[in-house]
């Protein structure tokens, strides 16, 4: 993120599937920062440290995530990513770290989840209705979902590993909506880091980062959502402490048609949305960009095999599915640790 540092010191400074649970925000000493960004809302919530500056450091948090807006927004014409899809085919071309890393992340999670993730599908959610445009959405048709398929694959980008640069062999949109907000809240976390703030947690959009204790002297406490909509309360409450995590969510945008309900979570690997009784998953890792693409990435694979991939690599996962009763919910070995 070196890079993205640079540039912020020479220039200035899905719904929410996660809530800290109550008790965190009532110390006099705590901090919040609060703003938007990503189409979502950010808040920070930390113990400041001796000439901590609250004004100065909302100014400069507001400033670096307008900055990565410009890089990682598919929503700002003029973005980094938005300009890929008019790069000239078979050329390296320079791109900021900040953009290469993402990629990466998003490379390693693709080739994990065997094309469970993948940054490339914008012709496909365009296809469905789930867009940007948001056009009137309905089943497409066989071919124009076969068609929509030929445009996307990772197998059309070639990324260069030890500088940050990338090779386009067919034009490609990037969407990095399953990657950013977590990718983000990792920027803001290493900016709270190099202001020598200790005991954070970070939320955007329901990606969260945590380190060091909450107000209370403990872990900080966290919960994961009921998926029932808007209201649907906490499912399960777990501690986290130096690590990111994030929820990837199947029951907040579909549509129906002829009585059938069709997700907003589509496979790049058929096209179609997924189809199967997995509503939620969690993932806990080391920074929430890689939590972030893993948690879309298995919701697409489902529980079982989400729950293999996490046992063989040792992931913490924590899974909700439908079931005729209501939801159930299972979960790999390391998550067991955080459970409260």
Sequence with gaps: MADFFKRLMQGAALGLLFFVLA?????????????????????????????????????????LLDIFNQIASTYEPKSEVNALSAMPLDEWQDISQTLSEMLLISLEVNWLTGGAFDVTVSPLVDLWGFGAERRPQQVPAASAIEAALKETGFKHIQLDLTEPRIKLKQPVMVDLSGVAKGYGVDIVAEWLDRQQVA?????????????????RGDDWRVGIE???????????????????????????????????????????????????????????????????????????????????????????????????????????????????
Aim: net charge negative.
């Design 23 to 63: 008790g965190c925000d009532r110390s006099p000493d705590v901090v919040q920062l609060q703003g938007e960004t990503m189409g979502t809302r950010y808040q920070v919530t930390l113990l400041p440290p001796k000439g901590f500056d609250d004004d100065e450091a909302q100014e400069q948090l507001d400033a």
């Design 199 to 215: 005991n954070y947690l970070v939320e955007i959009g329901g990606e969260i980062r945590a380190a060091g204790k909450s107000p």
């Design 226 to 340: 009921k998926p029932k909509g808007l209201a649907g309360g906490v499912q399960q409450a777990i501690r986290v402490n130096g690590v990111g995590l994030a929820t990837s969510g199947d029951y907040r945008n579909y549509f129906e048609e002829n009585g059938k309900r069709y997700s907003h979570t589509l496979d790049p690997k058929t096209g179609y949305p997924i189809d199967h009784t997995t509503a939620s998953v969690t993932v806990i890792a080391e920074t929430a960009g890689y939590a972030d693409a893993l948690a879309t990435g298995f919701l697409v694979l489902g529980a079982d095999k989400a729950l293999t991939l996490a046992e063989t690599h040792n992931l913490a996962v924590y899974v909700i599915e439908k079931t005729d009763a209501g939801f159930s919910t299972r979960w790999s070995k390391a998550f067991e640790p955080y459970l409260d």
